[in-house]
């Protein structure tokens, strides 16, 4: 088997880079794991830039021109995504619901207006989407969402509460689930909405995370008039429409995730070579070699398990399960990695970015810190096995759901 670009996407790949090069952020680091202060700081970023790649023609471009893309490949938009992953990936970080969950759910379960009004805004970088599925009682168990949507006169009414809302302080529009029938089954009573951040009664209170940072959100709902246009597919269909948000959302970013994480082996590498550890550069240690190369073979079982992911999807699969296999093996190796780095740091692992004795500003402490939310975002690593065993190896159910259904 030939992993190779052909000579076509190779040329196309070499006319992006060198695009990239002229066109990223002035004072843009690629050495640093944040380059912005705040979240509306790295919302705005992410915005021009989105902006700048439309124009360029470089966004959207697996989806047709009417919906704002650009009629070309999904593998062309593989080359532009793997690029942006090993060159700039904080800069796409607050477009991942919007891109990797808003548009490919729109282009597939939403009706003719519902494209044509959003997708030509979200490729162009006008719209920042946020996903409302957690709620405090529904997290791993997402039909358990209670968040009430009742209809009335042409449009629902909204009262409840979701969390972990990433990048809703910053966010035009909110793909949500709610319930529109509390006594059907939980799967069959529950609806999705396109919720317009700015309606009256839509409150947005901000959470401090283990890094510092303010990226996710708890988002209150009080009285919110959405018209009923918004509704994707059926009254009914919600946790059909989530599951299929849910398998892009596990499925898109291994092949991206696998960029990302070679181009911050080489920042290791440089790193172990720099470090000293009895009077050796720590890249002679055998311990850490050993673990520099586990920590390779890992990445490389991502990129190849995408590449595979990435043929279904050429041949025309909407992702299955088997995405599971995927987020599993980004988010576990990722912890793996940055505590690696960490330990190579000796005691110097513990001085945060900003001080004059941080090892490479603090890149990795703020890495180890932020990994550890990957096992549980996007599903936790106990729900992807549940789902890799019962979906995709034909297991027995897991007894804990079971009982409750
Ligand atoms: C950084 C970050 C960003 C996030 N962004 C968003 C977002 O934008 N939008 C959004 O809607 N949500 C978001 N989430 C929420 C995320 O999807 C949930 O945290 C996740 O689904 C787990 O739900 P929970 O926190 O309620 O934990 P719970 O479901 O209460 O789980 C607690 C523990 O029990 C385990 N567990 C639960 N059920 C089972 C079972 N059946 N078998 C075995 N173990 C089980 C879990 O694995 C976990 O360890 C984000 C989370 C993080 C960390």
Known sequence: MDFRFSPEEEAFRQEFVAWLEKNLPDNWDPSRYRNYDSTEEWARAYCDFQKR??????????????????????????????????????????????????????????NEEQKREFLPKILDGTHIWCQGFSEPNAGSDVANVSTRAVKENGHYILNGQKVWTS????????????????????????????????????????????????????????????????????????????????MFERAIGDAMMAAAYEKNLQIMVDMARQCRRAGKPVIEDPIFRQQLAQNYIEVMVLKYHGLRSLSTQIQGGIPGPEGSIGKLLWSEPNQRITESALGMQGPYGQIMGGSPWSVQDGHWQYGFLRSKGNTIEAGSSEIQRNIIGE?????PKDMSRAARQ
């Not at 893309?69 to 593998?75: P, Y």
């Not at 979906?391 to 297991?395: E, T």
């Open 53 to 110: 790649l439309s124009d360029a023609g470089y966004v959207g471009l697996q989806y047709p021109k009417e919906y704002g893309g650009q009629g070309r490949t999904l593998m062309e938009e593989v080359v532009v995504l793997q690029t942006l992953a090993s060159t700039c990936i904080e800069l796409r970080v607050p477009g991942v619901v919007t891109h990797g969950m808003a548009v490919p759910t729109i282009f597939v379960c939403g």
């Open 167 to 246: 990048f809703a302080q910053v966010a035009d529009y909110c793909i949500l689930l709610v319930r529109t029938d509390p006594n059907v089954a939980k799967h069959k009573g529950m609806s999705y909405l396109l919720l317009d951040m700015k309606l009256p009664g839509v409150e947005v209170r901000p959470i401090t995370q283990i890094t510092g940072e303010k990226e996710f959100n708890e988002l209150y709902m009080e009285d919110v008039k959405v018209p009923e246009e918004m509704l994707v597919g059926k009254e009914g269909d919600g946790w059909r429409i989530a599951i299929t948000t849910l």
């Open 391 to 395: 979906r995709v190896l034909g297991l």
